[in-house]
Structure formats: structure tokens, C-alpha cells
């Protein structure tokens, strides 16, 4: 062979395994890049899961309280028993889920990397897809246009990066999201089932749900030796029956109405060392009944004691 045609052939070879390595390269780029997508989605995910949770037994114990207030006819403890199946089926097949997310937590602490490899077996998730259907199943009574749960691997075809039914070394991040995404659908079919129940319970209230405290003031300046006033209520509570306390700086606050409470204080006479304008704040606290979980929701309000302007 003449040497030229050497030459040739070497700079053929060595074009074809660059561009090999080039591919190479931007396919782990791109693995990468999902991977990190997986990772950030993950706490996000796992965050709205745990506020869900809170709701839905916030729901239950909401449709109890109105069950107190219906005087517990037959009609309304069937809607109960309804509701704790939810509870209960929902939380089982969500147990499944963290079993199995625990199982692949091991793994990432032996690795510590989430672009590690790792693989669930065709029989694993062949179990799981059978509690998942169950699952749907039950809650199309409540929710008719449930679409199936485990369509979610049908997201991974065979041809695409992460894999098909099962996970066959697949970036752990990835199996792990997977996991996340369905608790959150199993979430959200709860949300809409217990809805179903509490609109039965207690017609027009979408949900039992209390968003936050809030407080409105008369006014964001007071003169030292006026009264200050304000008012505190729960956004969105389904009812002032769950108002057992409500405090301002540690103090009872009177209630105005249903749903609202009335804070009224003097201030002290300002002092010579006191300047033109100064920051304070108060700190509302109400306290409720009927609830799993937090009891107390607390505003923090700001405001200013201004001395007059001298004529």
C-alpha cells in the first residue's frame, strides 16, 4: 500500500473514531442533562406531595366536624366511611410507593450519585402496576374520567433514554422521579375523590381547607398614646367552628364575628428618648380545632408609632 493511501486511511479512522467520541460525548451531555432536570424536579415534587397529604386529612377531619354539626344521621357516617376508604386505600398505595423509593435510596447512599445505574425488576413493577390499577379502579367511583395510573410508563418506550415497563439500568434519579410523579397523581385523584365526599357533606364548600392567617389594619401609623386596631380572619376557613383561641403578643382577642376576630390595644405615651418614627409589630396567633396536623396558624404584622408633626 502506498504510503499516501496510508495516510488516508489512518485520517479516515481517526475521523470516524472522533466523530464516535464527539456522539459519545453529547449523548452523556444530554443523559446529563435529564438526569439534573430529574434531580431539581424531585424536591419540588416531593414538597407538594407532603401539603397534599396535610389537605387531604385536613378534608377528612373537615367532614367529620360537619357530620358533628348534621348530628350524625346514617346518611352523613356512610359519607364519613367514604372518606376514611379514601384516606386509607390512598395512603396504602402511596406506602407501596415509598417502600420501593426507600429500596432505591439505599442504593444512591452506597453511590452517592444520582446518574448511577440502577435496575427494578419486570416482576417489582408488575406488582406495582396491579396495585396502581386496583387503586384506579376504586377511585373512578368518585372520580369517573380517572385516566389509568400506570399510563406513566408508557412515557419510557423501549426506544427512548429511560427505559420501558421496568427499569433496566436506568439513571437512578430518573426511576426515582418516576416514583414521585405517581405519588403526586395518586394525590391528586385523592384530592378530587374527598372533594367529592365533602361537596356531599357540606354542599358549596369545595373543600375543608384553611389557607392562612391574614390581618388588616385600620391603619399602618399610630400616634404614641392612640389605640390601634386591626382585625384578624382564617382566608378560605369553611367555618368559624374551628376557632377555639385567638391571641395577639400572648393576649386574648375578641371575636367580631363568625370567622373574624378584633384586636384593639392603647399605646403608650411616647417617651423623651423615643424617636419620630418607630418599626414594632404584633404577632396574631389563632388556634383551631379539627385538624391532623398543625393547630396554630401566627401573622406577623409591622406597623409604625409616629409622633405628630409639631404646628
Known amino acids: 500500500m502506498r504510503p499516501i493511501k496510508k495516510v488516508f486511511l489512518l485520517a479516515l479512522i481517526s475521523a470516524a473514531f472522533g466523530t464516535a467520541?464527539?456522539?459519545?460525548?453529547?449523548?452523556?451531555?444530554?443523559q446529563q442533562a435529564t438526569v439534573q432536570q430529574f434531580t431539581q424536579l424531585e424536591p419540588r415534587l416531593a414538597a407538594n406531595n407532603r401539603l397534599a397529604k396535610q389537605q387531604?386529612?385536613?378534608?377528612?377531619?373537615?367532614i367529620k366536624r360537619a357530620l358533628v354539626r348534621n348530628r350524625q344521621?346514617?346518611?352523613?357516617?356512610?359519607?364519613?366511611?367514604?372518606?376514611?376508604q379514601i384516606g386509607f386505600r390512598t395512603q396504602t398505595i402511596?406506602?407501596?410507593?415509598?417502600?420501593?423509593?426507600?429500596?432505591?435510596?439505599?442504593?444512591?447512599?452506597?453511590?452517592?450519585?444520582?446518574?448511577?445505574?440502577?435496575?427494578?425488576?419486570?416482576?417489582?413493577?408488575?406488582?406495582?402496576?396491579?396495585?396502581?390499577?386496583?387503586?384506579a379502579?376504586?377511585?373512578?367511583?368518585?372520580?369517573?374520567?380517572?385516566?389509568?395510573?400506570?399510563?406513566?410508563?408508557?412515557?419510557?418506550?423501549?426506544s427512548s433514554e429511560?427505559?420501558?415497563?421496568?427499569?433496566?439500568?436506568?439513571?437512578?434519579?430518573?426511576v426515582l422521579s418516576t416514583y414521585t410523579q405517581l405519588e403526586t397523581q395518586v394525590r391528586r385523584y385523592s384530592a378530587e375523590a374527598l372533594n367529592y365526599s365533602a361537596q356531599k357533606a357540606a354542599p358549596g364548600c369545595s373543600a375543608f381547607d384553611i389557607v392562612v392567617l391574614q390581618a388588616v389594619a385600620e391603619s399602618n401609623t399610630v400616634a404614641p398614646g392612640a389605640t390601634y386596631r386591626s382585625q384578624l380572619f382564617l382566608a378560605q376557613s369553611i367555618s368559624d367552628v374551628?376557632?377555639?383561641?385567638?391571641?395577639?403578643?400572648?393576649?386574648?382577642?375578641?371575636?367580631?364575628?363568625?370567622?373574624?376576630?378584633?384586636?384593639?390595644?392603647r399605646l403608650p405615651s411616647a417617651g423623651p428618648a423615643q424617636p419620630d418614627t418607630l418599626r414594632v409589630q404584633w404577632q396574631g396567633v389563632i388556634r383551631a380545632d379539627g385538624y391532623p396536623s398543625d393547630t396554630a396558624w401566627q401573622v406577623t404584622m409591622p406597623y409604625f408609632i409616629v409622633k405628630p408633626t409639631a404646628q
Open 94 to 135: 402511596i406506602d407501596t410507593l415509598q417502600t420501593l423509593r426507600r429500596q432505591l435510596s439505599i442504593s444512591k447512599n452506597n453511590s452517592g450519585d444520582s446518574n448511577a445505574l440502577v435496575t427494578v425488576a419486570p416482576t417489582t413493577i408488575t406488582v406495582l402496576a396491579a396495585h396502581l390499577d386496583s387503586y
Open 21 to 30: 467520541g464527539w456522539a459519545y460525548y453529547r449523548g452523556q451531555v444530554r
Open 162 to 174: 429511560f427505559g420501558a415497563f421496568y427499569f433496566k439500568e436506568r439513571p437512578l434519579a430518573a
Open 242 to 265: 374551628y376557632f377555639s383561641e385567638v391571641s395577639a403578643n400572648g393576649n386574648p382577642v375578641q371575636l367580631l364575628y363568625p370567622g373574624h376576630a378584633k384586636l384593639e390595644f
Open 56 to 62: 387531604d386529612w385536613t378534608t377528612i377531619r373537615g
Open 137 to 158: 379502579a376504586f377511585i373512578r367511583q368518585f372520580v369517573p374520567n380517572a385516566a389509568p395510573l400506570t399510563q406513566v410508563f408508557a412515557t419510557y418506550p423501549k
Open 73 to 84: 344521621q346514617a346518611r352523613d357516617m356512610a359519607i364519613l366511611h367514604e372518606a376514611e
